[in-house]
Nanobody, 121 residues
Framework: QVQLVESGGGLVQAGGSLRLSCAASGNIFSINAMGWYRQAPGKQRELVAAITSGGRTNYADSVKGRFTISRDNAKNTVYLQMNSLKPEDTAVYYC???????????????WGQGTQVTVSS
């Protein structure tokens, strides 16, 4: 079994910062990409940022220049540093990982339980 455990959400004023963490544990052979998605009430889940095992990153246009994704491969952990937060960043943030559970090169997708981020104006 594989688990993704998120932490770091909360309530912050506009302009503030938060740092999300997501640790993957369990029967993991290797992790390909990890990322963060978010879902606001009444909206579809959207990609916020992603990072490959080699460190290549991808960001949603709405967060470029404000959010930074990073990962610690030794700890199977991904981070999302969120600065200059805006009320429109309010959402449940979900960790996502594409990983292998055996030496067979087949990827499986896993999700965390989600952590609430609320930005007040």
């Amino acid at each position: 079994q594989v688990q993704l455990v998120e932490s770091g959400g909360g309530l912050v004023q506009a302009g503030g910062s938060l740092r999300l963490s997501c640790a993957a544990s369990g029967n993991i052979f290797s992790i390909n990409a990890m990322g963060w998605y978010r879902q606001a009430p009444g909206k579809q889940r959207e990609l916020v940022a992603a990072i490959t095992s080699g460190g290549r990153t991808n960001y949603a246009d709405s967060v470029k220049g404000r959010f930074t994704i990073s990962r610690d491969n030794a700890k199977n952990t991904v981070y999302l540093q969120m600065n200059s937060l805006k009320p429109e960043d309010t959402a449940v943030y979900y960790c996502n990982a594409d990983l292998q559970i055996t030496a067979i090169p087949r990827g499986y997708e896993y999700w965390g339980q989600g952590t609430q981020v609320t930005v007040s104006s």
